[in-house]
């Protein structure tokens, strides 16, 4: 039986696919990712050593802009993409306004190929006849444009209300990239139906950006998801003489780094290979029961939505507008079962499909589901903005006390003074969610829409008040400026002319952020008399770190807000 006899399950009329105003899309959209993306420190680790590959890449040149280093240390992992549009960056604009806010404004590119790939490519999915609602008998059925149009503002709100990408976007890491590479993948399958050397070209720069992003890991479930949705059965199918100019442009584009890369480092070539395929392992059962019961909250609230298309879609599987981001989805929640430990990395990647999916629920969905919805988003939202407001009154007023006491735990030391400023742009997001929240009640909107805006509102709002009345005690829980700064000038007081400093179990995020800080960089040298060794309070008490007896203690700290984590500058004699 053809798709097309076959009754959609979309049912609604031209009044629910009212246009949602395009300053109220971008508005929501800028304050999404703009809010925490300045303004802050490195956060340790991730964030940390994404910016100082960047920061590596301008300041030592050379081999490090093909071969991403954070300092002396290889970062033989992903790839070198985020490193080369972060320091283009930085060298244009880093003079004007600083590396780490230079560094971060790359962000705002992937969040724009993100957000207009699956925009256009939910919009041009949605405006297919086999995307079509059931005509009503007297007419009154939303046309194909208003129908795409709506489907497409729903499917990205949905994804700016995906909980578990919220702070990972917001961070100088793969993933904005990764999940822009996958965006543009998935418009490019979309625009191949009816401009196939378009989407086709589109597509292998995606697929090649993939894998310069984050390696096999990144790429494989990308490369398989498209090459999946060339099903026989499938509207793609038909675009298949296509693949062949697909794979070689590709290739081409991974050899034109890969060549070079073996040339210039067998070192860092060959970690790479070693981080590439240890990654993979067989499924483990209690990690992937940590990853079922992950799930559910980082995707949450579009992966009901997504179960739901599928299953009212079902007769229409095939159709582009289920299959392609299904494809795309199933390839990406298969890898999560076939790596060693995943990571937010491949969490993302279920995000841009999940959120597709959900738009095609929407027009399948009874009235009564659609405002139950809506008021779970409301009372959901409103207990989050609720919960950033006690968390700023438990730190500067000590009020609740067990919540109080927990964030002090964690922020030892910190003094908390209150922003007046942050405190009436807080006032102002919060009224903002309030009149939100209002014309819900006294409007009653027909648009399909309404809900997926009071979800991304209601993120969005969680999101800016935690930056502006929580982010100063974030800053001190996770920045290296301070403890940067003393060893700075420790290393000033104490290093003599000559002298080498060597790190000892530094991790890549400490290494990282001295780089950033303050420019330090340690050596792997064993000849240096000079140590900066990271260990814990517990081995300096038990003596079981290095060089617990007989090394020169120059200096040692550490953050306030870490109980466990110590440095010390040591020198110890040359045969040591």
Not at 258 to 277: C, D, F, H, M, V
Not at 392 to 417: D, K
Request: aromatic share 12%.
């Amino acid at each position: 039986m053809s798709p097309l006899s076959i009754s959609t399950p979309a049912r609604l009329t031209s009044v629910a696919t009212a246009k949602l105003p395009r300053l109220v899309l971008l508005g929501l959209a800028l304050a999404y990712i703009v809010a925490g993306l300045f303004m802050r420190d490195p956060w340790k680790t991730d964030d940390a050593v994404g910016l100082a590959t960047m920061i590596t890449a301008i300041r030592e040149g050379g081999i490090t802009w093909l071969l991403p280093q954070v300092g002396h240390l290889a970062h033989a992992e992903e790839g070198p993409l985020i490193t080369w549009v972060g320091a283009i960056s930085i060298w244009i604009f880093g003079p004007f306004i600083g590396d780490i806010t230079a560094g971060r404004l790359p962000n705002l590119l992937w969040f724009g190929i993100t957000a207009s790939s699956v925009w256009y490519g939910t919009y041009l999915l949605g405006r297919r006849s086999e995307a079509q609602p059931l005509a009503l008998p007297f007419g009154g059925e939303p046309p194909p444009r208003d129908y795409g149009r709506m489907l497409a503002d729903a499917a990205l709100l949905l994804l700016l209300a995906t909980v578990g990408i919220l702070q990972r976007t917001h961070e100088t890491t793969v993933i904005p990239a990764i999940m822009a590479c996958q965006a543009l993948a998935f418009y490019s399958l979309a625009r191949s139906i009816d401009r196939p050397l378009t989407g086709a070209t589109t597509l292998a720069i995606a697929l090649a950006a993939s894998f310069l992003t984050r390696g096999w890991i990144g790429a494989i479930p990308i490369m398989a998801g498209a090459l999946l949705t060339f099903y026989p059965r499938s509207q793609l199918w038909r675009r298949k003489r296509w693949l062949p100019w697909i794979v070689l442009l590709t290739a081409a584009l991974i050899l034109a780094w890969w060549i070079p890369a073996t040339q210039g480092s067998e070192y860092w070539i060959r970690n790479w290979k070693i981080w590439n395929l240890s990654s993979f392992a067989g499924p483990d059962l209690p990690d992937m029961g940590r990853t079922l019961r992950d799930l559910p909250w980082y995707l949450w609230p579009a992966w009901p939505l997504a179960l739901l298309a599928v299953w009212r879609w079902r007769a229409w599987i095939y159709a582009p507008h289920i299959w392609v981001p299904l494809m795309l989805l199933i390839s990406s929640a298969l890898l999560l079962f076939g790596l060693a430990e995943p990571s937010d990395s491949e969490y993302a990647l279920l995000a841009v499909p999940c959120a597709v999916l959900a738009a095609f629920s929407l027009p399948t969905l009874r009235r009564g589901v659609v405002n139950t919805l809506d008021w779970f988003a409301v009372m959901c939202f409103s207990l989050t903005v609720a919960t950033a407001w006690l968390g700023w009154v438990a730190v500067n007023f000590q009020w609740p006390a067990q919540m109080s006491r927990n964030i002090g735990r964690h922020t030892t030391g910190y003094e908390p003074s209150i922003s007046w400023v942050a405190f009436g742009l807080a006032l102002l997001v919060t009224i903002g969610w309030v009149a939100l929240v209002v014309w819900r009640l006294r409007v009653k909107p027909q648009a399909l829409w309404r809900g997926t805006v009071l979800s991304a509102g209601g993120l969005t709002a969680t999101w800016i008040l935690l930056v502006l009345l929580w982010q100063p005690a974030v800053d001190y829980a996770r920045s290296y400026r301070i403890m940067s700064g003393q060893l700075a000038q420790a290393l000033e007081q104490n290093l003599r002319p000559g002298e080498c400093v060597r790190g000892l179990s530094l991790g890549s995020g400490q290494r990282a952020s001295f780089l950033i800080f303050n420019n330090l960089t340690f050596t792997f040298d064993s000849k240096c008399t000079v140590v900066l060794q990271q260990t814990t309070n517990q081995s300096l008490r038990d003596n079981t770190a290095a060089y617990s007896d007989g090394a020169e203690v120059l200096w040692q700290g550490g953050r306030r807000a870490d109980r466990h984590e110590v440095f010390r500058l040591l020198r110890v004699t040359p045969n040591r």
